[in-house]
Every structure is written in C-alpha cells, then in structure tokens.
C-alpha cells in the first residue's frame, strides 16, 4: 500500500475536457421544459402520509403506527387507551423498551422517502434533476432517470430517445440493465421494481408493452437492484423490509435471501458473481457468498454512520467504501475468494475538507464511489463540496496502490449529482482515454468525462 493520502496531495484541477460530437456520445442536458408537466403525475418529493384518521378504533391505530414507525411509537397510542389497564400496561412496556432500547431493534421514525434520500447515492435526490445514471454492461446504451419519475434511454442513435413512464413508477431510486440482453431495465421505485423491456431496434420512442411489475408485502420503496452475473436472478433492498429478495424475474417469483437486525438500504453482486455485499440503515453491513457455492454471512459494523457506498476491484479481492459520518476511504483485502473472508478495515485515504490555492472547496463526507473496469482511476464524489477527486488506482495481487490524479468541477455553482463508469467503453485507437466517466451535474447536464 502507498503511504498515507490527503485532499492536499492533489495536483490542480483538471482541465475542461470532453469527448466531440464525431464520438457520438450524445448531448444530454435536462431542462424544465424537458419533465414531465406536474399536472400529470404527483408531486415527485411527497412522502408517505404518516397520519392516522382519528376516528379509526384503537387496535388499528396501534398497528398502522407500528407497520410505519415501530413498536416504541405504538406503544404511546397505546397509552391513550380509555382502558386504565391498557394504558398502564403500555406505559410500563414502553418504559421498558426505551431502557433497553439498545437491544430493541424499533424501525427508525423517519418517514420512507426522508430515508430514502438520506442512503440514496444520488447527493439531494429529492430535489436532484437526475435521480439515477447507469450504463448498459455490454452495449452502448445508458439510462436516465430523472425527477418526473421518467427514464429516457440514449443510444448512439441520437434521433430515437425512448421514454419510460408509468403509473406505478413513482420515485425512482435505482436502475440496473439485465446482462446479455439487449433492452431489459429494471428499475426500483416507491412501488417496488418495474422491469422494462425496450426493443434496441425500435423506431418509436414508447415501448409496445408495458412494464412488468414486481412487489412483495412491505418491500418498498426498493432502494437499491442488482443482477447477477448470468442475469438469472435479481436481488433487491427495500429501507422497510429486513430481508434481502432474490427474484427469478422470468417467473415473477422470488424468495427472501437473508434476514438482518435493521431494514438494507444497498445490495449488489460482486463482479464475479462470488460474493455479495448488503448494508443497513444502521452500522452493519454484511458480506455473503453466493449460491451454488456454500452460503455463508460475515457481518460488519462501522464505528460511526453507515454505509455510505463502496466499489470493488473486479477480481473481488479488495474493496472501498465510504460511511456517512467518517471522512475517511476505507478499505478491506480479501482472504477467501468464495468465503466472503475479508481482512479487518482500515483508513485509506482522508477525505477531510480542504480549501485548493484558488480559494475551492473540496473533500469532505464523501456521496458516491465509482471505481472504473479496469480498476485504474477511482471517482469520489462529496455531500457539500462540488468536486469530484480521482485517484489512479494500481492493484498486484493483494497490494493495492493509490494517488492522487486530478480533481474534476461543473460550470458556475453546479455540482455532481450522481457519478458511473461506462461499462462497455472500448479504447479508441486514436484515443488516450482508458475509461470514461459519466456526471450527472446539478444543472441536468450530463457530461462524459475520458481518463
């Protein structure tokens, strides 16, 4: 490993550069004019009504508020009870569950859409123009969702954009294509996920068929949504449901995976398909392999915040990840491939805010990672600054090796949103890019940066 790293280390800021039109990367700026009129469809940042209609009876009151906010909360309707009983019984409980509160996992008393923005990789999703960016793994193809709750798909075919809109497609939080096929997305919302299917030869800019909807009980919102290597299987998160769902979505079917302490917020398969991580709304995180290989847990605590994001190495054997509290990369060596067996933690790099020669804010509490296909330049992107760090990345065998290569900012007072990697980016011969990254600005420009 390289010696220690800070924000300081960092050359000046990269120049202003970007691929010309002969490339045939498309020119993507979201305007206004561009989203879907309100009138049309609901309010993109309203949340779930947490209210209780005071004229339903008790026993409903008392289990609405424990399905929305958790035992504790119900346990004070409770206390209202004209029943003196009741209300001394449940005062004594609550009493009690707020002593030991420390072993009592109580849902937390955030409402959904709050919570989804507070564990969303999008920085200000709930107001951010672009929700969402992801890149097709095998073509060219990339997905765009913004906030009017539609996904525009951009091609190298610049005159056919098609749309993606549905009723049921309410705060979308996370896009993922399906491998080896040429136009299904599964997208995860306030309703659970829709999986579309879009023609790649298609002319029109509607799809024929509708999406195919997929829910189960309390998961939703789905915050986060990954297939698997072979696409056979997809595997969700919901911030109010404790268990992981696999589903084989040919069959419309699925089964719950793992059940943990608190509600997941993420979860991907790793890029070979061994492994897998998940993390919570609190400070476990876990590492699990993957069928058909011998299913084992680890699980993990951060010593402050959660999860944040993270970004493996393509051969699995390390991984990055950031927390919401700590300004801090961290990173953890594998030891066992196929055992989800990982080295304990440490501190990589500090992210601590700094201040650049020309009087430029950067670092801080990190938003997103995107490390790159060929593991060579990794992208950090921040909750309050408006630059984007890369770092050049080495990795031989176990060993990893680290620096500083440019800081990258948007125009005026714009700020990166969300960040990805081009999946499927071929080196040109007459190109020195070995890898091109994709911003979502706060503007709703979209810009395709070569390193």
């Known amino acids: 490993m390289s010696r220690a790293l800070n924000l300081s280390n960092f050359p000046p800021s990269a120049e202003v550069i970007g691929f010309s039109a002969r490339d045939n990367y498309p020119n993507i700026v979201i305007t206004r004019e561009m989203l879907h009129p309100p009138g049309h469809s609901r309010r993109s940042e309203s949340t779930r009504d947490v209210m209780v209609p005071v004229t339903e009876s008790l026993p409903k009151r008392i289990l609405a508020i424990f399905m929305e906010l958790g035992l504790l909360e119900a346990l004070g309707e409770a206390t209202q009870s004209e029943s003196r009983t ?68 951009y091609t190298r075919n610049q005159g056919v954009i098609p749309i993606l809109r549905s009723s049921l497609q309410k705060a979308v939080t996370c ?31 509607r799809p024929l068929s509708q999406a195919v909807h997929l829910q189960h009980g309390r998961h939703q919102p789905v915050t986060a949504v990954s297939w698997s290597v072979n696409g056979e299987l997809l595997v969700t998160a919901s911030i109010n449901d404790t268990h992981l769902l696999v589903w084989n979505v040919d069959q419309q079917r699925c089964v719950p995976m793992h059940r943990v302490k608190l509600p997941c917020a993420l979860v991907s398969y790793a890029p070979l398909g061994y492994n897998m991580i998940a ?53 953890m060596r594998l030891s066992g491939l196929k055992s989800a067996s990982y080295e304990l933690a440490f501190p990589l790099v500090d992210l601590d805010q700094k201040v650049t020669d020309g009087g430029l804010a950067i670092g801080g509490k990190a938003q997103t990672l995107a490390w790159c296909p060929r593991d060579r330049f990794l992208a950090i992107s921040f909750k309050n600054t408006a630059s984007i760090a890369i770092f050049f990345t080495n990795l031989a065998g176990l060993q990893i090796n680290i620096d500083p290569y440019c800081l990258i900012f948007g125009v005026g007072v714009e700020y990166p949103s969300c960040i990805c990697y081009q999946e499927n980016y071929q080196q040109e011969y007459d190109s ?10 706060s503007s709703g420009r979209v810009e395709f940066y070569p390193l």
């Open 86 to 153: 009741v209300a001394r019984a449940a005062t004594y409980l609550q009493m009690i569950g707020r002593r030991f509160k420390q072993y009592w996992q109580s849902y937390p008393c955030e409402q959904s859409m709050d919570l989804v923005a507070k564990h969303s990789q999008t920085r200000n999703w709930q107001k951010s123009t672009i929700r969402c960016l992801c890149w097709h793994p095998q073509c060219f193809k990339l997905a765009v969702a913004t906030i009017d709750d539609t996904v525009r798909i």
């Open 175 to 205: 896009l993922a294509w399906r491998p080896f096929t040429g136009g299904e997305l599964a997208i995860g919302c306030q309703s659970g996920v829709l999986i579309w299917s879009v023609d790649p030869t298609s002319q029109i800019t």
């Open 279 to 331: 993390s919570t709304i609190g400070k476990d995180f876990y590492l699990c392999t993957v069928p058909p290989e011998r299913v084992t847990r680890v699980g993990w605590t951060t010593a402050n915040g959660s999860l944040q994001s993270f970004a493996w190495s393509r051969d699995e054997k390390h991984l990055l990840f950031v927390t919401t509290e700590d300004m801090k990369l961290f990173y």
């Open 432 to 441: 020195d890019a070995q890898s091109v990254l994709t911003i979502g600005w």
